[in-house]
């Protein structure tokens, strides 16, 4: 199992924060924000993971990350020129992936939980994880049936569909590379990881675990903070870097 951690972009919404430095090296609490997704892949023993970056940040990571032998694992890097959808950063990493499985998280994600037998335990298909929210049209969500199945998946939807929304950690098989490369760009002008969890949902092969603890997406002002509180008060202890 390969690791991709996705942390390019801009930033906008956290100018001028964003203005010298990348929304994912931004300090949340006593930590850089990037060190808690990759808390999440080390602790779920990967030990190969890629960070893609903006071309302007890329010396920043490098500086602060080194070769990640100061965390036991190896890092690669890559530059994403401009933000183009999730599903390039599998296009970008085709050649780190090789023939392996993959698990990549975004940059801007802290998860109270645990992922590690969930990784570990992967065989194939896809592995996505909801968690239950007040605002689902922020976020791509997913419909479930009676028996908790997931029957369908929507980027942002305009009507209310479901309240579960699908959060930034993904585990696919390799196959992901070739699906990624056939995805066509939306009416946004990117490719959307929505378009890879419907290809293996429409083959049965998408699996969809909850979400029991705390998840933060700390793109905004307010989520910023609250994950500043939220790491001083339960993140401290779960951590290994």
Request: charged letters at 25%.
């Amino acid at each position: 199992m390969k690791g991709i951690i996705l942390s390019g972009g801009s930033g906008t919404r956290l100018r001028p924060l964003t203005k010298i430095t990348s929304k994912q090296l931004l300090p949340v609490y006593n930590k850089p924000m990037i060190y808690y997704p990759l808390n999440t892949l080390i602790k779920a023993g990967i030990k190969e993971i890629l960070i893609i970056v903006a071309p302007e940040r890329a010396g920043d990571y490098l500086n602060l990350l080194g070769s990640g032998k100061e965390f036991g694992v190896k890092f690669t890097y890559e530059i994403q020129d401009k933000p183009a959808g999730l599903p390039e950063a599998f296009i970008i990493g085709e050649s780190f992936i090789g023939k392996e499985d993959v698990t990549m998280i975004l940059g801007d994600n802290i998860f109270e939980d645990d992922f590690a037998e969930d990784i570990k335990s992967f065989k194939s298909g896809a592995k996505v994880f909801a968690r239950r929210v007040p605002d689902p049209e922020r976020f791509g969500v997913v419909k479930f049936d009676d028996q908790m199945h997931a029957v369908q998946v929507e980027e942002k939807p305009q009507t209310w569909i479901s309240d579960y929304a699908l959060t930034g950690l993904y585990v696919y098989d390799n196959r992901v590379v070739e699906v990624a490369k056939n995805c066509q760009p939306s009416s946004r002008g990117e490719l959307e990881i929505v378009d890879l969890h419907r290809w293996y949902l429409d083959k049965g092969e998408l699996d969809v675990a909850m979400v029991h603890g705390e998840w933060l997406d700390a793109g905004t002002f307010e989520s910023l903070l609250r994950a500043q509180n939220f790491a001083k008060e339960k993140m401290q202890d779960k951590m290994v870097i």
